[in-house]
């Protein structure tokens, strides 16, 4: 059966990486292109979730490296929706490193569109994005004004 609508915590995705050594730059920090690949799976397991099809990255907006990660930091990455399209989605990706004591500091921030395709590859229409808090309808506003913002450059 085909569902038309799914709130924004149907679809949310928290994980959690261990920083090791093999996820290290040259300087004994975490390697940006790996936090990059953490939140890339993050954003298309929220689509996913969203949508129950195949998706993939259309775009990258706004990914700031506020702070870095050490070897043995853990690094909790949390996706949720902020906006739906026609067939693409906007995912709000936050990085943290938690400490021994569960606060958490942000690390990086990003903003991901993914579009939804069906199995040759076009992008097929998405569910619609069921609002339930302010935080929400904030984001929502938000994520308009950027595509907004992006169509018009
Ligand atoms: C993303 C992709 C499927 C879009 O295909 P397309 O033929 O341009 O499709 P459309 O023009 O119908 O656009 C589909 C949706 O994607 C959005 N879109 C397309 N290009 C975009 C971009 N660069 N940034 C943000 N959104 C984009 C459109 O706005 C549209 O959204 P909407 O339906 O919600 O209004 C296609 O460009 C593609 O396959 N790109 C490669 C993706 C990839 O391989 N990613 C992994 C990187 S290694």
């Known amino acids: 059966m085909k569902v038309e609508s799914r709130k924004v915590s149907d679809s949310r995705v928290e994980t959690v990486h261990i920083v090791r050594p093999n996820h290290l730059n040259a300087a004994g920090r975490l390697f940006g292109g790996m ?3 953490w939140i890339d799976e993050v954003a298309a397991l929220v689509a996913k ?3 129950h099809t195949n998706v993939t ?3 990258v907006d706004n990914l700031s490296f506020l702070k870095g990660a050490y070897p043995g930091d853990s690094v909790v990455i949390i996706g949720q929706l902020v906006y739906v399209g026609r067939t693409s989605m ?4 936050d990085s943290y490193v938690e400490s021994m004591d569960g606060t ?3 690390i990086n921030h990003a903003y991901l569109t993914v579009v939804a395709l069906d199995q040759n590859d076009h992008p097929i229409p998405v569910p619609r994005l069921e609002l339930t808090t302010e935080d929400e309808a904030v984001e929502w506003e938000e994520a308009k004004r950027r595509r907004e913002l ?4």
């Open 35 to 37: 936090l990059m690949q």
């Open 49 to 51: 979730r969203h949508t």
């Open 57 to 59: 990255t259309a775009s």
């Open 90 to 93: 906007d995912i709000k990706v």
């Open 104 to 106: 958490r500091t942000l």
């Open 150 to 153: 992006r169509k018009s450059l």
